[in-house]
Every structure is written in C-alpha cells, then in structure tokens.
C-alpha cells in the first residue's frame, strides 16, 4: 500500500514542475521543448511528473492559469486618482516592452499563434481577452463615475484600444530592438489618446 502524500506535497511538486518548464520554455519555446526535457530539468522521473499533468500541453495551461488572475498593473492607494493609476500601469508595461524578448511573452504568443486551428487553445485566448477588457474597462469607469473621466467614447471601446496597443507593441518587441522600436514616444501616444478619449479633468493632469 502506497504511502499517503499530503496535499502540501502535491502543490510543492506540481510547482516545481511548473517553475522548471517554465525554464524549459523560456529556453526553447513551446513547440521546439518536450515533456523529457522538463523532465530532466524538473528531476524527477517522467512517470512522476505524468502523475501530475497528462502532458506538455497541460502543463504550459497550467501556467497560463497561473498567470490569469494576476493582473497587478494597477496599484490604488488612499488619496490616489485614477489618471494617476493609469499612468503608473502604463509606465510599467512600458519597462515589460523594453524587456519582451526576456520575458516569458514570446512563449506565450507563440502558443497562441496557432489558436485558429486549435479550439481549446481559442477559448483560453479569448477568456484571457476577456479578462484584460474587464479590469481595463472597470478601471476606466471608476475614473468616470468619481468624475475624473468624461470619456467620449464607450469605455470598453477605449479599454479595447489599450489592449491592442499594448498587444501590437509586444508583438513588434519580440521583433525589434526598443530603439528601433521607439517605445518610449509610442507610450506616449497612447498617452496623448488616452487624455483626449477619456477628457481628463484639468487638475488630474498636473
């Protein structure tokens, strides 16, 4: 009779799995990596970590549910406006386009590159969409009904923008160095459109 594992254990090694394919991913991309070569960075035995996941797919959607929900862009603090919030969370993807190529992004376009032909991979494309649209969207309505916003536009149409600026620019970064880029007068586009879009009272822009 095999000895019972505690539930502290299991998430202990299905994190280290996680965190070693992870690696394996950032090194090779998604559809160069296999499961032996996560396998061999994990240490662990292959039927070990068949245990946890049925395969390299599973594994890299498990990733990418760990990454759904984590969307800290925005950081409130008393006294804080909105524009304020915006800003500082423009100002950090700003620092996440300029270090695309080392991230963890390029895997996750390439996975998703081929969502058209893969109805699984699709809808997580999609739910993840979603979930920027929701946080963006709800963001920019705070701005509005505290007054700060007079948008011109529907909010979600504006937080739609936003996300394919952002997801252009990211494509474009695993492409092109940042200075051939010129990221940093892109943000301040979106910047500019985002004042005029949103109508921004006076005194939030000082």
């Given at each position: ?37 996560i396998v061999e960075e994990v240490k662990m035995s292959k039927g070990g970590v068949y245990h946890y996941f049925s395969g390299k797919e599973a594994i890299f959607e498990a990733i990418l549910a760990e990454r759904a929900g984590n969307f800290d ?134």
């Amino acid at each position: 009779m095999s000895p019972k594992v505690s539930q502290k254990y299991k998430d202990e090694k299905r994190k280290e799995i996680i965190e070693a394919a992870k690696r394996v991913f950032r090194q090779k991309g998604y559809d160069l990596a296999s499961v032996d070569e996560i396998v061999e960075e994990v240490k662990m035995s292959k039927g070990g970590v068949y245990h946890y996941f049925s395969g390299k797919e599973a594994i890299f959607e498990a990733i990418l549910a760990e990454r759904a929900g984590n969307f800290d862009l925005f950081e409130f603090k008393e006294g804080m406006s909105v524009w304020t919030v915006i800003k500082g969370a423009l100002s950090q993807i700003r620092v996440d386009l300029k270090e695309t190529r080392e991230s963890f992004m390029p895997v996750v376009f390439e996975y998703f590159m081929r969502s058209y032909r893969d109805t699984a991979r699709e809808k997580a494309l999609r739910m993840q969409y979603e979930e920027g649209l929701q946080v963006w969207n709800a963001v920019i309505e705070r701005g509005t009904m505290e007054g700060e916003f007079r948008p011109l536009l529907p909010t979600k149409s504006i937080a739609r923008t936003i996300i394919s600026f952002v997801d252009g620019m990211t494509c474009d970064a695993m492409q092109m160095d940042s200075d051939q880029l010129d990221i940093d007068s892109q943000m301040e586009a979106i910047i500019f459109y985002l004042r005029n879009a949103l109508q921004i009272k006076e005194e939030e822009l000082t």
